[in-house]
Nanobody, 126 residues
């Protein structure tokens, strides 16, 4: 089982930046890609970004392309999400997850493996 701990959320004004971190540990987490998802109040989880451990290939949701950047530090078992030019609609609880590519027709492009962690709250004020 993969264990994940997210951190770095907070309150920021629109146009500001935050960097989220996710430390991974546990059984063969490097066999998965790592993804960030978010859940706004009353809504389903949405895909934000994903990165592969080995090649560092990155993938982004349409709403964050050009503003958010995912990276990983293999030596620290840590995945980061740099969020720039934040907007009020980015307000949500952000979760990281070990992921696999989703099956065709799935709502999310990557399938989270295991249970959601505690997440980290990001609030963007206008």
């Amino acid at each position: 089982q993969v264990q994940l701990v997210e951190s770095g959320g907070g309150l920021v004004q629109a146009g500001g930046s935050l960097r989220l971190s996710c430390v991974a540990s546990g059984r063969a987490f490097e066999n998965y890609a790592m993804g960030w998802f978010r859940q706004a109040a009353g809504e389903e989880h949405d895909f934000v970004a994903a990165i592969t451990w080995t090649l560092g290939n990155t993938y982004y949701g349409d709403s964050v392309k050009g503003r958010f950047f995912i990276s990983r530090d293999a030596a620290k078992n840590t995945v980061y999400l740099q969020m720039n030019n934040l907007k009020p609609e980015d307000t949500a609880v952000y979760y990281c997850a070990a992921v696999l590519p989703a099956v065709a027709g799935a709502r999310l492009p990557f399938s989270p493996q295991g249970s959601w962690g505690q997440g980290t709250q990001v609030t963007v004020s206008s």
